[in-house]
């Protein structure tokens, strides 16, 4: 006989037939024995269902037997059969069971309990063996996945643009520099500055905040474009809506107005949200379960009114609010926690930028529904943003979410030259980084427009994780690029 392939756990429990031989591999989550029998809850990451592994302790070897232990990685040959217990419609009974590789339950540190988050984050490269991070890493698959089908069938080309740029134009966030040149001992201009002109680029080099702008001069000829890519912030926002590191999509498309890329916006939001419902239900399920039991635990008044997948329906089903940041301003104004100095910023009138606790009391409190905020002062936004005829407002929007705030941040683009030119002018941008930014404008400009996806924010969304370091594998903020 050839010798038997590995099964997956996802395929076996979907798909396996009564009384089929088997092999499986994977990770013991329990192990129960007494004299006659022995139960092993066995994970091989591939669904978040555990398999049953029914064992004769008297046919395996004692040695064998000792080291099935929680954490411990086996394989095993066995018949599917149906269950005798609840839980599960099969299960298999061992033949032959081989240990791979041990686990001194001394030391391993995930016992079959319940861990906080918080610990789970210090053992950030065991956390993935955890029913809600294996879920919370499967979704994310999916997610990706959801991303690059959305646009492929909308015929949009995913571009990668620089991790490495040697220009700060954005200014969407203080920057990682990227050099080699020895700390200790660098280079020197004449007037004792460092000379970057020997660096390895021979300039002053980042780690990029956003792909934007290159994406900008590819939909300039493709039309239609996006971007999927990591992108670093060096702030110092220890929050649980910020990353230094995270992963930002940003479509770019010619010919769109602001109107256009705002629709967008929203059917890209609800088609990852129906793609999660539809593809990861036992995920969701678990994560849904997780977060009900979490909820228990708050006072009423702080417990969600709704679940974790009627709160994804709900986006699904119900259209965006659009208003304009001056209609904002105005509700925010004349609201309770203003008024009642709950706010931590209050809003004195039209100018201010809004804040996390703004934008969540808009979408929470005021709409309870998705809200897209439109028209934003010039003077809080980024200079490429389309200035609107009434010379103080640009053509910004941003899309903002239940439990999140901002998700998208996007806006139609500056495609008249002379205006873009007096835009950089004032806000002394050097012309040397953004010349080639300013050809477009000078060669075939268009209008067009654009946005960026957190996506890891969305991921919060989706999972209802109160922390986006627990949406990410190996999440990097201030004071932590452990693993
Ligand atoms: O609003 P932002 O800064 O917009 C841009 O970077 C534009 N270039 C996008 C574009 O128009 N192409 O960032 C976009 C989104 C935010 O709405 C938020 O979801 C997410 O990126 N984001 C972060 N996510 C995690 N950690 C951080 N530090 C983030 N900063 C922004
Ligand atoms: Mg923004």
């Known amino acids: 006989m050839a010798a038997l392939k590995r099964t997956k756990i996802v395929q076996l429990l979907s798909a396996e037939e009564i009384g089929n031989l088997v092999k499986v591999k994977g990770w013991v989550r329990t192990k129960r024995e007494n004299k006659n029998v022995a139960f092993i809850a066995l994970n091989d990451g591939s669904v978040i269902h555990n398999l049953q592994i029914v064992a004769d302790p008297t046919e395996i070897e004692?040695?064998?037997?000792?080291?099935?232990?929680?954490?411990?990685?086996?394989?095993?040959v066995g018949k599917v059969v149906a269950s005798q217990g609840k839980g599960q419609k099969v299960e298999l009974a061992a033949e032959k069971i081989e240990v791979i590789g041990t686990a001194n339950p001394e030391e391993y540190p995930l016992q079959p309990k319940k861990h906080s988050l918080e610990f789970l984050?210090?053992?950030?490269?065991?956390?993935?063996?955890?029913?809600?991070?294996?879920?919370?890493?499967?979704?994310?698959?999916?997610?990706?996945?959801?991303?690059?089908?959305?646009?492929?069938?909308?015929?949009f080309f995913n571009v990668h643009t620089p991790i490495i740029t040697g220009s700060?134009?954005?200014?969407?966030?203080?920057?990682?520099?990227?050099?080699t040149l020895d700390p200790l001992n660098p280079p020197l201009n004449e007037d004792g500055n460092i000379n970057y002109k020997e660096d390895f680029f021979g300039k002053e080099t980042n780690l990029t905040v956003?792909?934007?702008?290159?994406?900008?001069?590819?939909?300039?000829?493709?039309?239609e474009i996006y971007t999927f890519g990591p992108t670093f912030r060096a702030e110092n926002s220890n929050t649980t809506r910020h990353l230094a590191e995270f992963w930002m999509i940003e479509p770019e498309m010619a010919f769109y107005d602001l109107?256009?890329?705002?629709?967008?916006?929203?059917?890209?939001l609800k088609y990852l949200t129906q793609y999660a419902l539809d593809n990861c239900a036992d995920d969701l399920a678990f994560l849904e379960k997780r977060l009900l039991e979490e909820e228990k635990g708050k006072p009423q008044k702080e417990r969600s009114e709704m679940t974790l997948t009627e709160r994804l329906r709900f986006i699904v089903e119900n259209d965006f609010v659009r208003l304009t940041y001056t209609e904002a301003i105005d509700i925010l104004k004349n609201s309770k926690p203003n008024k009642k100095k709950k706010f931590q910023f209050l809003i004195e009138g039209w100018g201010a930028d809004l804040q996390s606790e703004h934008e969540r009391y808009l979408v929470e409190k005021h709409f309870k529904k998705p809200v897209?905020?439109?028209?934003?002062?010039?003077?809080?936004?980024?200079?490429?943003?389309?200035?609107?005829?009434?010379?103080k407002t640009v053509r910004a929007m941003d899309i903002l979410f239940p439990g999140i705030g901002e998700i998208i941040g996007g806006s139609q683009r500056e495609e008249r030259?002379?205006?873009?030119?007096?835009?950089?002018?004032?806000?002394?941008?050097?012309a040397k980084d953004v010349w080639w930014y300013m050809d477009t404008r000078r060669f075939?400009?268009?209008?067009?427009?654009?946005?960026?996806?957190?996506?890891?924010?969305?991921?919060?969304?989706?999972?209802?994780?109160?922390?986006?370091?627990?949406?990410?594998?190996?999440?990097?903020?201030p004071g932590s690029a452990d693993f």
């Open 417 to 430: 030259y002379d205006v873009l030119k007096q835009k950089i002018e004032a806000m002394d941008i050097p």
């Open 121 to 155: 984050r210090e053992i950030a490269h065991l956390r993935p063996r955890t029913n809600t991070f294996g879920a919370v890493f499967r979704i994310r698959h999916a997610m990706i996945f959801a991303v690059h089908s959305f646009f492929n069938d909308k015929g």
């Open 168 to 179: 700060d134009a954005e200014g969407a966030g203080e920057m990682f520099r990227v050099t």
């Open 62 to 76: 004692e040695e064998v037997l000792k080291k099935i232990t929680t954490g411990a990685c086996i394989g095993v």
């Open 444 to 477: 075939g400009s268009a209008p067009h427009s654009g946005f960026g996806l957190g996506f890891e924010r969305m991921m919060q969304f989706i999972t209802g994780l109160n922390n986006i370091r627990d949406v990410i594998p190996f999440p990097r903020f």
């Open 210 to 223: 956003s792909g934007q702008l290159e994406g900008e001069l590819a939909a300039l000829a493709l039309s």
């Open 372 to 391: 897209i905020l439109t028209n934003y002062p010039a003077t809080i936004k980024a200079f490429y943003m389309r200035l609107n005829d009434d010379n």
């Open 259 to 268: 109107d256009d890329s705002m629709d967008l916006g929203e059917e890209f």
